[in-house]
T-cell receptor, first 113, second 114 residues
C-alpha cells in the first residue's frame, strides 16, 4: 500500500527553467510534508517542508505547494541549476501520533545546460 | 539540523557474515531511526531505537536479523546478520530535530553482499 506516490520517476529540465516535482498521498491523517534531496552515495538532505495548515511555503528558489483537497503537493525549483540534479523524495507523516515518516519512490531530476 | 556520521561508509561482505553499522550524532536525541534503501527503491524504515529500551521494528523486519543497540543518547548500531545478496542496500540512520521533529539523515552505509 503505497501511501505516498511520485508518479514521475524522472524529469529533465533546462537550466534556468522551472522544475516541478509532484507527489500524491492517500492518507488523510498526514499533516506534515517534507521534501528531501539525495545525491548518489550520500544520505537524503532535508530541503523544505509544509504543514497542513498552510498551502504554500517558500525558501529561496524552492517553493512547496499543498492542495489538501486533492491530496497533492508539488515542489517548484526556480530557476533550476545543474547542482539541483539529484533524486527528490517527498515524505509525509501524521504528527502527534506514533506513525512513521512515509517516503515516496523518488523523482530523478536532471538539469541540463 | 544535525551532524550525523556513519561507519563504515561502504563495505563488501561475504554471504553468511554479519556487519555492524555505527551511527553517531552531534548532540543528544531521544529517538534514532534506521532505514534501508534497496537499489532503485524508496527509503524503508527498519526500526526506531530509543535509548534504554528495546528497538521497535517495522513489519517485515526482525530483531534476529537486524539487532540494534542504543547505549546512549548520541550513538546507535545496526547489525545486519547472516547476510545474503538481498541485503545489498544503503543503510541510513536518522534523528528527529527541530520543528515538527523533522528527520535528518546520516550519509549512509553502502553494503554489497556477494
Amino acid at each position: 500500500d503505497q501511501q505516498v506516490k511520485q508518479n514521475s520517476p524522472s524529469l529533465s529540465v533546462q537550466e534556468g527553467r522551472i522544475s516541478i516535482l509532484n507527489c500524491d498521498y492517500t492518507n488523510s491523517m498526514f499533516d506534515y510534508f517534507l521534501w528531501y534531496k539525495k545525491y548518489p552515495a550520500e544520505g537524503p538532505t532535508f530541503l523544505i517542508s509544509i504543514s497542513s495548515i498552510k498551502d504554500k511555503n517558500e525558501d529561496g528558489r524552492f517553493t512547496v505547494f499543498l492542495n489538501k483537497s486533492a491530496k497533492h503537493l508539488s515542489l517548484h525549483i526556480v530557476p533550476s541549476q545543474p547542482g539541483d540534479s539529484a533524486v527528490y523524495f517527498c515524505a509525509a507523516i501524521s504528527t502527534g501520533t506514533a506513525s512513521k515518516l512515509t517516503f515516496g519512490t523518488g523523482t530523478r531530476l536532471q538539469v541540463t545546460l | 539540523s544535525a551532524v550525523i556520521s556513519q561507519k563504515p561508509s561502504r563495505d563488501i561482505c561475504q554471504r553468511g557474515t554479519s556487519l555492524t553499522i555505527q551511527c553517531q550524532v552531534d548532540s543528544q536525541v531521544t529517538m534514532m531511526f534506521w532505514y534501508r534503501q534497496q537499489p532503485g527503491q524508496s527509503l524503508t524504515l527498519i526500526a526506531t531505537a530509543n535509548q534504554g529500551s528495546e528497538a521497535t521494528y517495522e513489519s517485515g523486519f526482525v530483531i534476529d536479523k537486524f539487532p540494534i543497540s542504543r547505549p546512549n543518547l548520541t550513538f546507535s548500531t545496526l547489525t545486519v546478520s547472516n547476510m545474503s545478496p538481498e541485503d545489498s542496500s544503503i543503510y541510513l540512520c536518522s534523528v528527529e530535530r527541530g520543528f515538527q521533529e523533522t528527520q535528518y539523515f546520516g550519509p549512509g552505509t553502502r553494503l554489497l553482499v556477494l
